[in-house]
């Protein structure tokens, strides 16, 4: 069997991340990009220095998490514990919680124990609109 160089496997299948791939790219990193559901199966071909979960709209189950040993972090588009799972920016709007980003290892069963990073981006007061029947 034919195995790969060293590199970065990045997960996600959201155009918004390609920024991120070319960012690798252009920094010297051998970076793979995979878009659909990812096997353990499929990881026996790749020798990963780090796994990158960005806008994947796959759980990545604790299988896989398991498999990459400890190698994978979560790039979460809100500021967790708030809003996790699909769509937070709007959650966080919506349910006036703090909005942001956070960096994570993703760990078996969801555990959000060792935060890398984690940015407050602004906060929103809810406002009074001119016609009475809408809230801001």
Not at 35 to 44: A, F, G, R, V, Y
Not at 49 to 71: P, R
Not at 119 to 133: A, I, T
Request: glycine share 6%; no cysteine.
């Amino acid at each position: 069997m034919q195995k790969y160089g060293e590199g970065v496997l990045l997960l996600s299948n959201n155009r918004d991340s390609f920024e991120l791939y070319e960012w690798l790219k252009s920094n010297g990193v051998n970076v793979y990009y995979y878009s659909d559901k990812i096997s353990k199966e499929q990881l026996i071909f790749l020798r990963l220095e780090l796994t990158i979960n960005y806008n994947y709209s796959y759980i990545v189950n604790d299988e896989i998490i398991a498999s990459l040993y400890g190698k994978i972090i979560n790039m979460h588009i809100s500021y967790l514990p708030w809003n996790r799972g699909s769509v937070p920016n709007f959650w966080s709007f919506i349910d006036d919680t703090p909005k942001g980003f956070t960096i994570h290892m993703l760990e078996k069963g969801g555990i959000q124990e060792r935060l890398w990073y984690r940015k407050k981006f602004f906060s929103m007061k809810r406002r009074k609109h001119l016609n009475p029947h809408i809230n801001l």
